[in-house]
């Protein structure tokens, strides 16, 4: 391994360390949930893994304890998952060139992994695919390691487990916060924080969700070619 190499992964993980810090409480979370319904830790680890989607992830243990049909899951997925389609794709120009790290960076590409790759804050252009790629797997390190650890305390520690469900919107909430501080431009989240209270005071909270990632993709498109055509 270069030098150039171990700079690019110690930059990495330098700037998912505040990831780490909510990933791991997020996925020990996960876990002892997942392990009161009756999973145990290969569970934990496979999910994390292979599926790696938080929220989704929460939402699939009462989906396994309830029995749901592949249709409910297929459907439920699309749903909870659904943000994933508009915010990715302003991400399809900078992964344009990632070569053979771009099938991973796809699938790593959650909300906080997001948050930290849509700028292009990287050590070089040269390097830059390798710090995204870097940057995604420490993130799902962090959400592996907390899932199997709340498994683990989950299955030797007695826990109550309510209210634990929140910490999701917790994290949605400190991301939020910290994309604000470190960006001049906040039309974009202010565009998201009207468009949503619009969409749940009009569309109700189990179907607003859809309605506003549309709507937020409207209202940013315009002011995309407005912006151009000033320029």
């Known amino acids: 391994m270069g030098i150039k190499t171990r700079e690019v992964i110690g930059q990495a993980f330098y700037r998912s360390v505040p990831v780490m810090a909510g990933y791991i409480v997020l996925?020990?979370?996960?876990?002892?949930?997942?392990?009161?319904?009756?999973?145990?830790?290969?569970?934990?680890?496979?999910?994390?893994?292979?599926?790696?989607?938080?929220?989704?992830?929460?939402?699939?243990?009462g989906l396994l304890t309830g029995g749901?049909?592949?249709?409910?899951?297929?459907?439920?997925?699309?749903?909870?998952?659904?943000?994933h389609l508009f915010?990715?794709?302003?991400?399809?120009?900078?992964?344009?060139g990632a070569g053979k790290f771009k099938?991973?960076?796809?699938?790593?590409?959650?909300?906080?992994?997001?948050?930290l790759l849509c700028e292009d804050r990287g050590p070089s252009a040269e390097t830059l695919n390798l710090y995204r790629f870097f940057v995604s797997l420490f993130n799902q390190c962090y959400w592996v390691t907390g899932s199997v650890l709340g498994?683990?305390?989950?299955?030797?520690?007695?826990?109550?487990?309510?209210?634990?469900?929140?910490?999701?919107?917790?994290?949605?909430?400190?991301?939020?916060?910290?994309?604000?501080?470190?960006?001049?431009?906040?039309?974009?989240?202010?565009?998201g924080l009207a468009s949503t209270v619009l969409c749940l005071l009009v569309f109700g909270p189990?179907?607003?969700?859809?309605?506003?990632?549309?709507?937020?993709?409207?209202?940013l498109s315009i002011i995309r070619k407005r912006e151009v055509a000033k320029a």
């Open 103 to 115: 099938p991973y960076m796809i699938f790593a590409l959650t909300d906080e992994t997001y948050s």
């Open 87 to 96: 915010y990715s794709i302003s991400m399809i120009d900078k992964y344009k």
């Open 206 to 219: 189990q179907k607003f969700l859809i309605p506003s990632m549309l709507l937020i993709t409207f209202v």
């Open 68 to 83: 749901a049909s592949v249709v409910t899951t297929i459907i439920t997925t699309i749903m909870v998952n659904a943000r």
């Open 151 to 191: 498994s683990l305390l989950g299955s030797i520690l007695p826990f109550s487990t309510e209210g634990i469900e929140f910490s999701m919107t917790a994290l949605f909430i400190a991301s939020f916060t910290e994309q604000w501080i470190s960006s001049k431009e906040h039309v974009p989240a202010l565009t």
């Open 27 to 61: 996925g020990i979370g996960f876990g002892i949930l997942l392990r009161n319904a009756g999973f145990g830790v290969i569970w934990a680890f496979a999910m994390s893994a292979l599926i790696y989607a938080g929220s989704m992830q929460y939402v699939g243990i």
